[in-house]
T-cell receptor, first 115, second 114 residues
Framework: DTEVTQTPKHLVMGMTNKKSLKCEQH?????MYWYKQKAKKPPELMFV???????INESVPSRFSPECPNSSLLNLHLHALQPEDSALYLC??????????????FGPGTRLTVL | AQSVSQHNHHVILSEAASLELGCNYS??????LFWYVQYPGQHLQLLLK??????LVKGIKGFEAEFIKSKFSFNLRKPSVQWSDTAEYFC????????????FGTGTRLKVLA
C-alpha cells in the first residue's frame, strides 16, 4: 500500500471558521509533511514531522496548527484563515528525512477555499 | 538560500519527439535529487531519484535523468514522448546537512500533441 489519503477533498470555509484537514498513511513511514500549493506554483513546504515530533516549521502563520496524533495520522487545524490562504494543501510521507529515506509519497490534496 | 530552477515553463512537443527538461539547483553540499510528475487530475508521484552512485538514473515510463555535479544540474530526458506524458514535471532537491530542506522547482508543463 503506497497510498496517502487526505480528507476532505474540497473545503470551503469562512474567515471565522475552525476546520481541520486530515492525512493518513499506512506505509510505516516516520516522516510526514504538509505543503501548500497555489495555482501554477510548486508545492511549498509548511511543516515536517519526524517520529511524531515537529521538526520543521517554515515560518507558517499560527492560524495553521499541525498535529501528529500517531505515526499514521497528520492533521492541520485551521482557524481565522484569510482569503489568500486558499490553495491546494498536500500531505506527504516518507520513510525518514535522511539521505536514503526521503522519497516522498503524496496524497491527492485538499482544495481549500477561504471566503 | 537554496533554490531550484526549471528554465522551461511550458513545452509543447509532438509524439515521438525527444524531451529534455532542465533543472539547476544552488547548494554546494550533498543533495538528493528527484523528479516528480503530476498528470492531469492526479497527485504528485515520483518519476525518478538520485541519491548516490551512477549519475545517470533511470526511472519509470522510459524517463532518465543525469546528475552533473559540476553544473549543479539534474536534467530529465526521454528519447520519444507519448501523448500520455502530458503532465507537469517538478524537479526537487533535498539539501542534506544542517536544517532539512526539501525544495521544489517551479515546474514545467509539458503538452504532447498526438
Amino acid at each position: 500500500d503506497t497510498e496517502v489519503t487526505q480528507t476532505p477533498k474540497h473545503l470551503v470555509m469562512g474567515m471565522t471558521n475552525k476546520k481541520s484537514l486530515k492525512c493518513e498513511q499506512h506505509m510505516g513511514h516516520r516522516a510526514m509533511y504538509w505543503y501548500k500549493q497555489k495555482a501554477k506554483k510548486p508545492p511549498e513546504l509548511m511543516f515536517v514531522y519526524s517520529y511524531e515530533k515537529l521538526s520543521i516549521n517554515e515560518s507558517v502563520p499560527s492560524r495553521f496548527s499541525p498535529e501528529c496524533p500517531n505515526s499514521s495520522l497528520l492533521n492541520l487545524h485551521l482557524h481565522a484563515l484569510q482569503p489568500e490562504d486558499s490553495a491546494l494543501y498536500l500531505c506527504a510521507s516518507s520513510q525518514g528525512t535522511g539521505a536514503n529515506t526521503d522519497t516522498q509519497y503524496f496524497g491527492p490534496g485538499t482544495r481549500l477555499t477561504v471566503l | 538560500a537554496q533554490s531550484v530552477s526549471q528554465h522551461n515553463h511550458h513545452v509543447i512537443l509532438s509524439e515521438a519527439a525527444s524531451l529534455e527538461l532542465g533543472c539547476n539547483y544552488s547548494y554546494g553540499g550533498t543533495v538528493n535529487l528527484f523528479w516528480y510528475v503530476q498528470y492531469p487530475g492526479q497527485h504528485l508521484q515520483l518519476l525518478l531519484k538520485y541519491f548516490s552512485g551512477d549519475p545517470l538514473v533511470k526511472g519509470i515510463k522510459g524517463f532518465e535523468a543525469e546528475f552533473i555535479k559540476s553544473k549543479f544540474s539534474f536534467n530529465l530526458r526521454k528519447p520519444s514522448v507519448q501523448w500520455s506524458d502530458t503532465a507537469e514535471y517538478f524537479c526537487a532537491v533535498n539539501a542534506l546537512g544542517g536544517t532539512y530542506k526539501y525544495i521544489f522547482g517551479t515546474g514545467t508543463r509539458l503538452k504532447v500533441l498526438a
